[in-house]
């Protein structure tokens, strides 16, 4: 992927996450150089060996998705999906939801996307980082709110 592709490919992440953002009355993200590169690096690995394995390590918030097509915000679309299992009336969230509580957590503000492709077998893989990192215990309610349609 060229440098001007990768760069459409980050703004309609971008994009995609800030309207799901707007839908629960959060501030829109911004993306980050810092993230950015980052988030490229960290890609890069996971394609290398094939799997998607979370940054233990990492100060940053994290979402990582795996694709077998071209219709990169369809990372997104999966994470935001995890809604179904977010109960808004506890502060403790179930494991199958922390994908879409990082993406629409407010005090979140910086964003970066990575992404990475294999050619031969059309794998591609996408990491988001996120600054203030989200899915800190004892803050969900105040920093995951119910879409407003």
Not at 59 to 65: H, I, Q, R, S
Not at 117 to 124: A, I
């Amino acid at each position: 992927m060229n440098a001007e592709e990768l760069d459409h490919v980050r703004v309609l992440l971008l994009n995609r996450s800030n309207e799901y953002r707007a839908m629960h009355g959060v501030v829109n993200l911004t993306m980050d150089d810092k993230l950015n590169d980052y988030a490229q690096i960290n890609a890069e690995k996971l394609l290398k060996i094939g799997k998607l394995v979370h940054d233990d390590d990492s100060k940053y918030g994290e979402n990582l998705a795996m694709l077998y097509a071209p219709n990169y915000v369809q990372a997104v679309k999966m994470w935001y999906e995890e809604v179904d299992y977010y109960d808004y009336n506890s502060d403790t969230p179930n494991m199958k939801c922390l994908h879409f509580t990082q993406l629409v957590w407010k005090e979140t503000i910086l964003c970066g996307f990575g992404i990475a492709k294999n050619l031969k077998t059309r794998q591609t893989i996408i990491v988001a980082l996120y600054e203030k990192p989200g899915n800190v215990l004892g803050f969900f309610k105040d920093n995951v709110f119910p879409a407003k349609f």
